[in-house]
């Protein structure tokens, strides 16, 4: 059921948010009230002045989903209050067209600041942004292609003989990758290269359909980790997984405890990346 009285209410506060400018309007004379005028609005959203200020006023049909779409692109609304827009109008939000590869300037900054290892991941596990202390777990990506930058393909083209297999932590964390990943698979439905990722993996890797096939769902949160790393020696850490829901990609963060081996190593990485 629609809620035009809380339509109406948000209509209005986003609408007195922008100024003409945000919207590439002129500024115009005799402007008495904050933000765009109902006219401003229906011209930018391409419906009738008289149609909107019925939405306005809480009134009239219940708006179509091109009507919400065309409100939320003329409202600059972000990606959360797109879907609350079309939630409280009765209608499902409209599906994310596919995972963001784009990562926003602040997050590089933030990746750049930490004193430990870090790392950018897209809804597909492509590796898109990593600061220097990652290098040692990840590689050197900078001439590797985009599409072989995936944490899953790294780890399902190993054969199931393969020694990593005989460890149960690995076992773990490839399952939760997995079931993060179908969480994806349902969040963009029928996208190109996450549909590829998937029917590549089925094909190459048994073990990998295995996991598959258990339809766990679930996304990835914040997981230990301990391994033997081959220059680096044994290592004890939190990936401490932090979700940025603008782009839908997520900050992944080695934590180490103070005072241990592991922090001594990860603090000789970050003070080797500033000389």
């Not at 002045?49 to 409202?75: C, F, N, T, W």
């Not at 997050?107 to 492509?126: N, Q």
């Not at 054969?159 to 179908?182: E, K, N, Y």
Request: net charge positive; aromatic share 8%.
């Amino acid at each position: 059921m629609a809620d035009r009285t809380e339509l109406a209410a948000f209509l209005k506060a986003r609408r007195n948010r922008l100024t003409p400018a945000d919207v590439g309007l002129p500024q115009g004379l005799n402007r008495r009230a904050p933000g765009l005028r109902r006219q401003e609005v229906a011209q930018l959203a391409g419906i009738s002045v008289d149609y909107y200020i019925r939405m306005e006023q809480a009134r009239g049909a219940k708006p179509s989903r091109q009507v919400l779409a065309a409100l939320a692109r003329a409202l600059m609304l972000t990606v959360d209050e797109r879907e609350y827009l079309f939630r409280i109008t009765g209608e499902a939000p409209p599906v994310v067209a596919g995972p963001n590869k784009t990562v926003p300037q602040a997050v590089r900054t933030i990746l750049d600041a930490l004193a430990a290892p870090a790392y950018v991941v897209d809804a597909t596990y492509e590796v898109l942004a990593w600061n220097r202390a990652a290098t040692p777990f990840i590689g050197d990506l900078d001439t590797v292609p985009g599409h072989e930058r995936n944490m899953i393909r790294w780890m399902f083209r190993e054969a199931v003989d393969h020694p990593q297999w005989s460890d149960g932590d690995t076992r773990d964390f490839a399952r939760a990758l997995i079931a993060d990943l179908r969480a994806a698979y349902a969040r963009y439905p029928g996208h190109p290269s996450l549909a590829a990722l998937v029917t590549e993996l089925l094909g190459t890797s048994p073990r990998f359909a295995g996991m598959w096939a258990a339809h766990d769902v679930q996304v990835r949160r914040t997981h230990r980790k301990r391994i033997r790393h081959p220059e680096l020696g044994p290592l004890d850490f939190q990936c401490q997984v932090l979700h940025i829901s603008d782009t839908d990609q997520r900050v992944i963060v080695y934590c180490a405890t103070p005072h241990t081996r592991t922090a001594s190593v990860f603090q000789s990485l970050a003070a080797a990346t500033d000389r």
